[in-house]
């Protein structure tokens, strides 16, 4: 193989497993490997390291082909560019680079087309792709952000449901039993200040179906939601006609509340956070010109 020709690594790491794939010469291999979140910093590159090396052998690279490799790594747990030049530095590979998850989900879901895409789960943040630059908001994290996401809907039925008990809010149906369940007002507090995003992200399907009967409380955190979702759109200059993918276990669902102008728009996401990581690598290597 030609070093014109470089090699391209994807990876999508998180806090249960890492994915990686590597393409050259039209074909991929995909490989999967253990958590990666980089607060675990050590035993993160101890991972990656691993199943780098699994990967490339399984490739068949040569030892003087190794110089044609770009990767770009997508980790759970990046949250500035020091932590990402630390890792860079940590794997033996000349050209790395290394951002948290929500690049590679914008490039996997868009591939090469300019748009933006709302990423909803048990955390968010939107972002919008416009001429190979990649921007976003949000992603902040459950204490202090995640609008619209399974954990921020959860917390916010539970704050409904206090409002209705001090007299503040009228009852719905949902509130009621959320109360009834909980133990009133103590228990409700007693959860949350035990509960994890992921325990808080369990109440959400109770409030999307809520909202789909018309429960008047769950509609309206729908709604606050969806709200977010079009002002952060909106910031990042996305404009109605435009492509927009929803993407993430709640994403989808937001299509139902979001204004006509932009929920017309909504396409399938073209693939993957590790199809992204790919992307984006190929993006590096073409901005180097011949290798």
Excluded at 93 to 120: H, S
Excluded at 126 to 149: K, N
């Amino acid at each position: 193989m030609s070093h014109a020709e470089p090699i391209l690594i994807g990876v999508d790491g998180g806090g249960t497993s890492c994915r990686a794939a590597l393409a050259m010469s039209g074909r991929r291999i995909d490989l999967k490997g253990g958590p990666t979140n980089v607060s675990d910093f050590n035993g993160a590159i101890d991972r990656l390291r691993t199943l780098l090396d699994r990967l490339i052998g399984m490739a068949e690279v040569a030892e003087p082909d190794r110089v044609a490799i770009r990767i770009h790594l997508g980790l759970a747990g990046v949250m500035d560019d020091g932590i990402a030049t630390r890792v860079a530095a940590a794997l033996p590979f000349e050209r790395v680079c290394v951002t948290d998850d929500q690049p590679t989900t914008i490039a996997g879901a868009l591939g090469p087309e300019d748009g933006a895409v709302a990423a909803i789960g048990t955390g968010s943040f939107v972002g919008r792709q416009f001429g190979g630059q990649i921007r976003t908001i949000g992603g902040w994290g459950f204490l202090l952000g995640d609008e619209a996401s399974g954990a921020w809907l959860g917390r916010r039925i539970l704050g409904e449901t206090l409002h209705v008990l001090d007299g503040l809010a009228e009852p719905s149906a949902l509130t009621q039993e959320i109360a009834g369940e909980l133990g009133q007002g103590a228990g409700v507090v007693a959860f949350a200040l035990s509960a994890s995003p992921a325990e808080f992200g369990a109440l959400a399907p109770r409030v999307l179906a809520a909202a789909e009967s018309g429960d008047p409380a769950a509609r309206r955190l729908m709604g606050e939601g969806a709200d977010y979702v079009r002002r952060a759109l909106r910031a990042l200059g996305h404009e109605a006609g435009a492509t927009l993918c929803l993407t993430g276990g709640l994403g989808p669902v937001y299509a139902a509340y979001l204004p006509e102008a932009l929920s017309q728009d909504v396409v399938e996401p073209r693939g993957t956070a590790l199809d992204g990581a790919l992307v984006l690598a190929a993006r590096m290597a073409a901005g180097e010109g011949a290798i």
